[in-house]
């Protein structure tokens, strides 16, 4: 059974920092686009940043235009583990955020809902002004 995990979630101030994990658990992701997804209080689910590593693949990483610079996504592929750090936050940035998977992808593009194989549960992020 595939699970992916979240943790790390919390209440912080806006300039804070917090750092999502994702471990991921039922099978091998090596190869896998991770991602993570957010969704804020009556919005639409929205990518957030994807990474791509496997030893001997090229390395790639995507991040959306609201969070490039801030946050930087990164894994363990040793641990099955994908980590968001999450710097600079703003109060535009709370939301649940969800960990996700995907077997396919190319690494030039975000990633839409859609094409997701395997979510995590969602952690709350919420940063006050």
């Known amino acids: 059974q595939v699970q992916l995990v979240e943790s790390g979630g919390g209440l912080v101030q806006a300039g804070g920092s917090l750092r999502l994990s994702c471990a991921a658990s039922?099978?091998?992701?090596?190869?896998?686009?991770m991602a993570w997804f957010r969704q804020a209080p009556g919005k639409e689910r929205e990518f957030v940043a994807a990474i791509r590593w496997s030893v001997g693949s090229p390395y790639y990483l995507y991040y959306s235009d609201s969070v490039k610079g801030r946050f930087t996504i990164s894994r363990d592929n040793a641990k099955n583990t994908v980590y968001l750090q999450m710097n600079s936050l703003k109060p535009e940035d709370t939301a649940v955020y969800s960990c996700?998977?995907?077997?396919?992808?190319?690494?030039?593009?975000?990633?839409?809902?859609?094409?997701?194989?395997?979510w995590g549960q969602g952690t709350q992020v919420t940063v006050s002004s």
């Open positions: 039922g099978r091998t992701f090596s190869g896998y686009a």
């Open positions: 996700a998977a995907r077997s396919n992808w190319s690494g030039t593009t975000a990633l839409s809902p859609g094409q997701i194989d395997y």
